[in-house]
């Protein structure tokens, strides 16, 4: 199958009309194909006006009397259509001048849509109009509706698709004797059902997805997306990587000096990502655990035995707030053993930001901790052997590459171990990390206290208020004030962060209250967070920049204003910011009334559990993967068709098959990806 531009030569394919499938991500022949109907309309029918039915979608056919622009409230199209029967009128909103021409007194016109009792009678709103002649014939089967976007209407892309379902090779990219032990249908009649479903097929299976052919469809699309991930896991097991065997030189003394033992889900991990580094291929190892397992630790001992083979580390976190936290953990830890480590973020200035540059590029640097500010090209590392990347979702697949080519050619590529405190289901980690090997820390550490949950109405607010400054007088306690994102604004969040601050200082005169947000520089921000961890402060007011890496201990209470606006994955994280000493801990979801069904079930759930993975599940049922993943990386193919949830029988089938077809028959792999992704089947390659 070529992927060179098939529409050239095919009639209606204009540069405009490319364009608009470029859109849609409509590159080939074989994508349109597999744009499916969004839903159907039975348009075999053609009711009387006056016997037409109010209940659903319906075709009515009459010759258009009147039409003009009427000024009601609002600028509208209105036109009086009319058959033997009786008399309908229809109007357009939002309409073009060119659409106004189109309705002229005396045309037959063929109307689908909704038909509903107007001001002056049955009406129709927007319907889909056709100018037809008279005795022209109904489609003989259901009319698809496709997802589309502006300028390119549905008559236009239903034809499109028949061309490309006529023009494009339909044959099975997979053996029959791989399809019968599945029961799955063949692709060409599974194709043509679901775009052109014959009269008289019940739509229920097919607009639910239960039918034969969409499982078939759904089989395919995880078959490649399994096959594109072991492929890219080959692909860069054959290029090398630093050898770094473990000594112990470096490690051994770190956990000497620690306060604490490593749990027993630590020290697992701990022990396979050493093996990992002593291979001569790259690590690309996921360290996942629930917020406060400890996963930093874990990081640490992975870069020491780095830098005891003489090589540099780069720890990546998406935050100045959270990568400075890093570096000050680090700091604290091994800096006693004689590790250099260094901080860089883009708001250092010039002259502080090029010595430190020059340091890295020297490799007097051992370890490089910093933000995105380590991408730039202006970083260069003598020997970059290990990159660790924290909450690794919130950076793009190009950007992990940038920093990946940072490593040194004669040692190959830098092992790379990402962790997320985002646990992942393992339907997720099953379909979007099978190139990735991961590590799970399941436990917690000894001490720590399970947090009590509770919700309360806004309009409880001030005896909330009034039992925060009780317990931070009476039990010592401190205290967490989390404001929301609103609408994606960080003017309003500021902006209610700080009118919170100034409430509680109000309410709470004797009380010493700290504020930290984005838009405070890293200097101030860090000056906050270290008063509140001395315990110079009561009660932090924060905006959501304290979600990860803030680790102060004696804080026990937290609570989470406007909880309702919070994701499930982003509450569990601002949680968690408390329970990390011996105090009994608590979190108030403090919510805003009425609350929608879901906001419901989700703080409900809140209150529920305090299991990670239960919560993560819970996600990714109510959002989706792109959330999990981290929605604007490049190159993460997200599933169009397929339900991890409900299609765990096809993943599971899917990921058993693609290593034995990547084995045994490369070709049909091969054959597959290209319908599937054609050029895009290296997307993941990071």
């Known amino acids: 199958m070529s992927t060179t531009d098939p529409f050239l030569k095919l009639p209606g394919f204009t540069a405009s009309v490319r364009d608009k499938l470029a859109k ?51 600028r509208q199209l209105v036109a009086e259509v009319r058959d033997d029967s009786g008399r309908l ?60 976007t502006q300028g390119l209407g549905q008559d236009t892309l239903k034809r499109l698709v028949e061309l490309a379902l006529k023009h494009s090779p339909l044959t099975d990219t997979l053996p029959a004797s791989l399809l019968q032990p599945l029961q799955l249908p063949a692709l060409e009649a599974s194709l043509r059902l679901l775009h052109q479903p014959p009269p008289g097929t019940d739509l229920r299976p097919l607009l639910q997805r239960h039918h034969p052919a969409w499982q078939r469809l759904k089989f395919d699309e995880l078959l490649a997306q399994q096959l594109t991930l072991l492929t890219n896991r080959a692909r860069r097991r054959a290029i090398p990587a630093p050898v770094l065997p473990s000594q112990g030189r470096l490690s051994g003394p770190l956990l000497a000096r620690l306060p604490f033992q490593l749990t027993g889900a630590q020290q ?39 830098v005891e083979n003489g090589m ?12 400075e936290q890093h570096y000050r953990k680090l700091d604290e830890w091994l800096t006693p ?54 909450e690794q979702h919130r950076f793009g697949v190009a950007q992990r590459l940038q920093l ?95 009118a919170t601050h100034q409430e509680l200082s109000t309410v709470l005169p004797d009380l010493r209250i700290g504020l930290v947000h984005g838009k405070l520089s890293a200097a101030d ?27 102060v201990p004696n804080a026990s209470l937290m609570v989470i204003d406007h909880a309702e606006r919070m994701g499930l994955a982003q509450l569990h994280q601002l949680r968690g910011r408390v329970g990390r000493g011996s105090k009994a801990s608590y979190c108030t979801l403090l919510y805003q009334a009425p609350l929608g069904e879901l906001a419901s079930a989700r703080l409900d759930l809140m209150r529920r559990s305090t299991d990670g993975f239960e919560i993560a599940r819970e996600d990714l049922r109510l959002r989706g993967p792109g959330e999990l993943l981290g929605s604007r990386q490049s190159g993460v193919p997200l599933l169009c068709f397929a339900d991890l949830e409900q299609d765990m029988d096809l993943l599971e089938a899917a990921r058993n098959l693609a290593p034995r077809l990547l084995r045994e028959l490369p070709d049909v792999a091969a054959d597959h990806l290209e319908r599937w992704l054609g050029s895009r089947s290296g997307l993941l390659d990071a």
Request: proline share 6%.
């Open 89 to 148: 009128m229809v109007r357009f909103l939002n309409f073009y001048p060119a659409q106004q021409k189109q309705w002229q007194i005396g045309k037959r016109v063929r109307l689908t849509g909704e038909v509903r009792t107007g001001f002056y009678g049955p009406e129709m709103v927007h319907p889909k109009a056709r100018f037809v002649e008279a005795g022209a014939p109904l489609p003989e089967g259901y009319t698809p509706v496709y997802p589309t």
């Open 337 to 390: 053993l004689g590790v250099r480590i260094g901080w860089l973020t883009g708001s250092q200035k010039k002259k502080v930001r090029e010595a430190m540059q020059a340091e890295i590029a020297s490799g007097e640097i051992q370890i490089a901790v910093g933000t995105h500010a380590l991408f730039q090209d202006s970083v260069q590392f003598a020997n970059l052997a290990l990159l660790l990347v924290d």
């Open 268 to 306: 697992r991990a701990v022990d396979v990502i050493s093996q990992d580094l002593q291979r001569p291929v790259p690590m690309q190892r996921l360290l996942q655990g629930d917020v406060g397992s400890g996963k930093t630790i874990v990081a640490a001992l992975a870069a020491l035995q780095a």
């Open 404 to 498: 990946r080519s940072k490593g040194v050619a004669s040692s190959g590529a830098p092992h790379q171990l990402m962790m997320s405190a985002t646990p992942i289901p393992r339907t997720l980690a099953m379909s979007y990390f099978a190139d990735l090997d991961v590590s799970v820390i399941d436990e917690l550490p000894p001490g720590r206290t399970p947090i009590v949950t509770t919700l309360l109405d806004n309009r409880k607010r001030e005896a909330l208020v009034a039992r925060v400054g009780e317990a931070c007088r009476s039990q010592q306690a401190q205290a967490y004030w989390v404001c929301p994102l609103i609408e994606e604004s960080e003017a309003l969040q500021l902006q209610t962060a700080v």
């Open 24 to 74: 849609l991500n409509l590159l080939r022949l074989a994508d349109l194909t597999l744009h499916l109907p969004l839903r159907y309309e039975d348009e075999t029918q053609c009711y009387p006006i006056h016997d037409a039915p109010h209940d659903r979608v319906v075709v009515v056919e009459g010759v258009i009397r009147k039409s003009e622009v009427q000024i009601r409230q609002r």
């Open 312 to 323: 540099q580390v780069a720890f990546m976190a998406p935050t100045e707030l959270l990568a």
């Open 525 to 551: 921000k860090q000056a906050v967070m270290l008063a509140f961890k001395e315990h110079q402060l009561d009660i932090l007011v924060a905006t959501t920049v304290i979600e990860v890496g803030v680790d």
